[in-house]
């Protein structure tokens, strides 16, 4: 069973910055991917950030140039440093773990809320 705990949520005023962690315990297949997904009130979930086993990275639009994604393979830890946030940035951020074609693994959640 594979555990995904995410810390560092909270409110932020725009253009300041917040740094998600997640870290993964369990049975882990060493070559994997990990990253965030965010999902808004009233909005399907989406991509914000991936990054694999050997530090490739992927990015949603909406996010490059502001936020940066980091891992620890050797700790299944990632982080997700988020700067110049805006209100859309506002969702709850899901960590998020994969290996093989089946394997899919989510933690429980991390409210982000970007006000003035």
């Known amino acids: 069973q594979v555990q995904l705990v995410e810390s560092g949520g909270g409110l932020v005023q725009p253009g300041g910055s917040l740094r998600l962690s997640c870290a993964a315990s369990?049975?882990?297949?060493?070559?994997?991917?990990m990253g965030w997904y965010r999902q808004a009130p009233g909005k399907q979930r989406e991509l914000v950030a991936l990054i694999g086993s050997s530090g490739d990275t992927n990015y949603g639009d909406s996010v490059k140039g502001r936020f940066t994604i980091s891992r620890d393979s050797g700790k299944n830890t990632v982080n997700l440093q988020m700067n110049s946030l805006k209100p859309e940035d506002t969702a709850v951020y899901y960590c998020?773990?994969?290996?093989?074609?089946?394997?899919?693994?989510w933690g429980q959640g991390t409210q982000v809320t970007v006000s003035s």
């Open positions: 998020n773990l994969q290996y093989f074609s089946n394997q899919n693994y």
């Open positions: 369990g049975r882990i297949f060493r070559f994997n991917t």
